[in-house]
């Protein structure tokens, strides 16, 4: 191969190909295989080296030439993909998978919109602030201004509501608590490599704010219970907006230390509209369909949580601190905890009483407000089968409450669980829906049985209409006193219903005379295949691949979907044979 004295960066004996030589003494030429490259030999080339000149060759024709083939055809078959989506999106048109326009979370406007695919429509949000939010100290001590970006409010959409402007009676437990939820907005627990960029939430309902956040894998949505203690007893305003939450803010709660009165502000001075003379802070986010989903379904599976286990300050703070932060082998299998005494002990099966914690480290951003912890408590669902189910977890902080909601696994967002889809197939609940939102006035907990009386329906119909007023993100959810509250998230409701594809499926299939009902048992054709679906004691089950995975765990089928709607008569004429 040749000698000491080649030139060096030039294999001996070989064209202009890449070369490396470690070691001293006659020389040791190392070849790699057929299609490899010579860093192939590096593991062993530092053996011989003690006594040889090792050299490593990229032989013509082989290493650099084949990398360089493989990049330019990678690069040539990207190129052509692209042509190809692009190519059906034009045949497609602006219809069903076309350009998504509508309002998102949160209240900026919604400045264009993309398809990837079926079930990846997403628009970009613009949120506008008429400045960035600050953390200031004065001669009358600190404050925290919170800028909002539009919103709706008693009076109608505002560009920049005022809901707040009052002491706290615990800073830095507020500090850290909206830190907590900024982790989660900006948090994917799922494919880490793309980051969330959505800010908080904030709904005023009269006596306590309200932070919330979802996080980009669709997997934890975060909320602060601001309450009227929290607040040093001061009344607030009504109304939901986005607030600005942005790095330098993040930094400056984060150095936040000592008990000195904190001023919160959330929304523009008073005379910020008229005085303001510097330019507007403007972010632009992704808004994907299956993100909104996921958002609205958090809100149905935390109605059917109940209180499992309540454990004090100390063992809260040692459980919590005993989880994995990383998401390795252990923690991404199923994982049970159940009441032990005091504590929570873990187990590898649903027992009764157990808790499902799927992906112990989501629950992170609880360790920001450990230290001022007075209580954990834990929600879920009555355990059964050995599948994953969502959870709650609750940090009880003085005047405040932290919950984090996950869903049953971590790589499973909440956008595809199915919870309301019922409510969203049945036309008489559109209707409820419409009279019970006439009927909410920002109630920080709304009672179903005062407005059963109101609106003059039974109360099975309310929770329905309730049920359908979360998928717009009308209603939320609040499992520590186990009540909706009201709030408004203006983006269009009929989008959610729209991009999703079970519920497409379905009426595709009930409107096109698939479904054919005799008695209990129900006939539908799919393509080629034709399904059986059976009914008993009201549950629908199909000889579907989708029933025979999740057996109703994560919502009807397509094809139940399809037969509910028949049978309740929400077809267009001649959809049922």
Not at 125 to 152: H, K, M, N, V
Not at 450 to 456: E, F, K, N, P
């Amino acid at each position: 191969m040749g000698s000491r004295g080649g030139r060096a960066g030039r294999p001996c004996g070989t064209g202009a190909g890449a070369r490396g030589r470690e070691g001293a003494g006659g020389p040791f030429p190392l070849r790699h295989g057929i299609g490899r490259h010579r860093q192939a030999g590096e593991p062993v080339a530092a053996l011989p080296a003690y006594e040889r000149g090792v050299i490593t060759v990229d032989l013509p024709g082989s290493a650099a030439g084949s990398r360089r083939r493989c990049r330019t055809a990678r690069r040539t078959t990207r190129r052509r993909s692209c042509r190809r989506r692009a190519a059906r999106a034009r045949r497609r048109g602006p219809g069903r998978f076309g350009f998504g326009f509508g309002f998102g979370f949160g209240f900026g406007r919604i400045v264009s919109g993309r398809s990837y695919g079926r079930d990846m429509t997403r628009s970009v949000q613009a949120l506008a602030y008429a400045r960035p939010s600050t953390l200031g100290s004065s001669r009358s001590g600190r404050s925290l201004g919170l800028e909002t970006s539009g919103g709706l409010t008693p009076a109608g959409a505002e560009a920049h509501p005022r809901f707040f402007s009052g002491f706290l009676a615990s800073p830095q437990t507020a500090a850290r608590g909206l830190l907590a939820v900024a982790d989660v907005a900006a948090a994917r627990y799922h494919q880490r490599t793309r980051p969330g960029s959505l800010d908080p939430v904030v709904t005023g309902n009269g006596d306590r704010l309200r932070f919330e956040s979802f996080s980009g894998c669709n997997g934890v949505y975060a909320r602060l219970d601001v309450l009227r203690e929290g607040l040093d007893g001061a009344d607030t305003g009504h109304g939901t907006t986005n607030v600005d939450v942005n790095n330098p803010l993040r930094e400056a709660l984060s150095r936040l230390t000592g008990d000195d009165p904190l001023h919160l502000r959330v929304g523009p001075e008073e005379l910020a509209v008229t005085t303001l003379g510097g330019s507007v802070v403007e972010k632009k986010v992704p808004l994907p369909d299956r993100w909104l989903r996921g958002f609205a379904e958090a809100q149905v599976a935390c109605a059917g949580f109940d209180l499992r286990a309540e454990l004090p300050a100390a063992e809260a703070v040692r459980f919590l601190r005993t989880l994995p932060r990383a998401g390795g082998a252990s923690a991404r299998g199923p994982m049970w905890v159940v009441p032990a005494g005091r504590t929570l002990r873990p187990t590898t099966r649903p027992v009764p009483g157990a808790v499902c914690l799927a992906g112990p480290d989501r629950l992170s951003a609880l360790q920001r407000v450990l230290r001022h912890a007075t209580a954990l408590r834990v929600y879920g669902p009555a355990a059964g089968g050995a599948g994953g189910a969502a959870s709650a977890w609750e940090v009880g902080l003085p005047g405040m409450r932290l919950t984090l909601t996950l869903s049953p696994d971590p790589a499973r967002g909440f956008s595809g669980e199915g919870g309301v889809l019922e409510a969203l197939a049945a036309e008489d609940s559109a209707a409820d829906a419409e009279l019970v939102s006439v009927l909410l006035a920002w109630e920080p907990r709304i009672d179903p049985w005062d407005l059963s009386v109101r609106a003059g329906l039974p109360v099975e119909r309310v929770r329905a209409a309730l049920t359908r007023l979360g998928t717009a993100g009308r209603v939320g959810y609040d499992v520590a006193e186990a009540a909706y509250f009201h709030r408004e998230l203006p983006y269009d409701a009929d989008r959610v219903e729209r991009h999703n594809p079970r519920l497409v499926a379905a009426r595709e299939l009930a409107s096109s005379g698939a479904v054919e009902v005799s008695g209990a048992l129900a006939t539908v054709v799919s393509g080629e295949r034709r399904h059986q679906v059976r009914e008993s004691d009201g549950v629908l089950s199909c000889t579907c691949r989708w029933w025979a995975d999740h057996r109703g765990g994560r919502g009807p089928c397509r094809h139940a979907l399809a037969v509910r709607m028949v049978r309740r008569g929400t077809t267009v004429a001649g959809g049922a044979r």
